[in-house]
């Protein structure tokens, strides 16, 4: 209908600002209008950009050169006085950078064999209970947690067994952190294996398979006890687990969805309404989702064990925006609807979404 048209989310494109680099990164400032874009120049150093928002464009406060390409950033493990970005880069180190004296790392180790695919920050920002803690994932297929106040060695180590192949670990992310002592990771493989790794009892907690390339998985909430979980995959599907349950045998439910022949490169929730997500495609595409609960969360199997009972997700909009994949996302964690995305077209894109309190 119509009218109800009227009421749908709309993706309008505010700015954008071509870039000399390959942006792999992109990420808001916590509480500024100031984002940073990272990647790896043509001569094969890193590159970090940080831009300001001004009005209708964005300006370039600082650009810094690294040695290694930068793959990957997040803000999750620091307070909101220090405003340290911690990063994965093309040799392995992971890296804290206060971004008003960057010359220097404040924390660097080399912390993996290969590339650095992906990082997540928890216990910073007040977004989780406990230590502020890094996790990465590298290709060389270990999984890392890192507390920054300790050098040198990760506070845990995810690694295949003796005898067990190496699996390029693509994503990591953060969950469960709503106390001092839980916590959990969660990582997926280019082999479609989904990894949950109970920090607290230093177990593997739970694993699946989606039968291909997971690429991006995460937790709506970091500071809440498990509720959602969505991965993507490299054939254009996506996974949402409900986590509330865990059944013996038969793991967490889930509702699957088809959204494009090519990639879908990452998924984030909109930080103000956890069951609003955006995924973004090989398409040069962003979609935007929304997860309806089912009227009864859980249900009793033949045995009478509880198990979980999957939601459905409904597609509320979707824009074009590249003819190169879109890699990189990012919602404005203050900014209700503001939005950042990076393409292989080397520009980054920031979008407005809006009506988002009408869904």
């Given at each position: 209908?119509?009218?109800?048209?009227?009421?749908?989310?709309?993706?309008?494109?505010?700015?954008?600002?071509?870039?000399?680099?390959?942006?792999?990164?992109?990420?808001?400032?916590?509480?500024?209008?100031?984002?940073?874009?990272?990647?790896?120049?043509?001569?094969?150093?890193?590159?970090?950009?940080?831009?300001?928002?001004?009005?209708?464009?964005?300006?370039?406060?600082?650009?810094?050169?690294?040695?290694?390409?930068?793959?990957?950033?997040?803000?999750?493990?620091?307070?909101?006085?220090?405003?340290?970005?911690?990063?994965?880069?093309?040799?392995?180190?992971?890296?804290?950078?206060?971004?008003?004296?960057?010359?220097?790392?404040?924390?660097?180790?080399?912390?993996?064999?290969?590339?650095?695919?992906?990082?997540?920050?928890?216990?910073?920002?007040?977004?989780?209970?406990?230590?502020?803690?890094?996790?990465?994932?590298?290709?060389?297929?270990?999984?890392?947690?890192?507390?920054?106040?300790?050098?040198?060695?990760?506070?845990?180590?995810?690694?295949?067994?003796?005898?067990?192949?190496?699996?390029?670990?693509?994503?990591?992310?953060?969950?469960?952190?709503?106390?001092?002592?839980?916590?959990?990771?969660?990582?997926?493989?280019?082999?479609?294996?989904?990894?949950?790794?109970?920090?607290?009892?230093?177990?593997?907690?739970?694993?699946?398979?989606?039968?291909?390339?997971?690429?991006?998985?995460?937790?709506?909430?970091?500071?809440?006890?498990?509720?959602?979980?969505?991965?993507?995959?490299?054939?254009?599907?996506?996974?949402?687990?409900?986590?509330?349950?865990q059944h013996p045998t038969k793991g967490f439910a889930s509702v699957s969805e088809k959204v494009q022949k090519s990639t879908i490169w990452q998924v984030r929730h909109l930080p103000q309404n956890r069951d609003i997500f955006m995924t973004s495609g090989g398409a040069g595409s962003l979609h935007l989702w929304k997860y309806e609960?089912?009227?009864?969360?859980?249900?009793?199997?033949?045995?009478?064990?509880?198990?979980?009972?999957?939601?459905?997700?409904?597609?509320?909009?979707?824009?074009?925006?590249?003819?190169?994949?879109?890699?990189?996302?990012?919602?404005?964690?203050?900014?209700?609807?503001?939005?950042?995305?990076?393409?292989?077209?080397?520009?980054?894109?920031?979008?407005?979404?809006?009506?988002?309190?009408?869904?």
């Open positions: 209908s119509g009218a109800a048209g009227l009421e749908r989310p709309q993706l309008v494109l505010h700015t954008q600002q071509a870039l000399n680099y390959t942006l792999f990164d992109c990420k808001w400032v916590p509480r500024s209008a100031r984002l940073l874009c990272l990647g790896s120049a043509a001569r094969g150093t890193g590159v970090l950009q940080l831009y300001e928002l001004r009005g209708a464009r964005l300006a370039l406060l600082r650009e810094i050169e690294k040695p290694k390409p930068i793959k990957c950033g997040t803000f999750g493990a620091t307070s909101l006085q220090q405003r340290y970005l911690a990063t994965g880069d093309f040799g392995g180190n992971l890296n804290i950078w206060n971004l008003e004296a960057p010359e220097i790392p404040v924390y660097s180790v080399k912390g993996h064999k290969e590339i650095i695919n992906s990082i997540d920050g928890v216990g910073g920002l007040g977004i989780g209970e406990g230590a502020p803690e890094i996790v990465t994932g590298s290709r060389d297929g270990t999984v890392k947690v890192w507390d920054p106040r300790q050098k040198d060695t990760p506070v845990a180590n995810m690694e295949p067994i003796q005898g067990e192949s190496k699996r390029d670990c693509w994503t990591v992310a953060f969950g469960n952190a709503y106390n001092q002592e839980e916590r959990v990771v969660c990582a997926g493989y280019d082999n479609g294996d989904i990894k949950l790794f109970d920090l607290k009892t230093m177990s593997l907690r739970w694993e699946t398979s989606i039968k291909n390339g997971v690429c991006s998985v995460e937790f709506d909430r970091k500071d809440i006890g498990m509720n959602k979980l969505v991965a993507t995959s490299l054939e254009g599907k996506f996974h949402v687990f409900d986590m509330r349950i609960y089912p009227a009864q969360r859980s249900k009793k199997d033949s045995e009478g064990a509880e198990m979980g009972v999957a939601g459905s997700v409904s597609h509320l909009q979707n824009v074009t925006l590249s003819t190169q994949p879109i890699c990189s996302f990012d919602w404005s964690p203050d900014k209700k609807g503001l939005c950042v995305c990076g393409a292989f077209d080397q520009t980054v894109r920031v979008l407005i979404v809006t009506k988002l309190n009408k869904v």
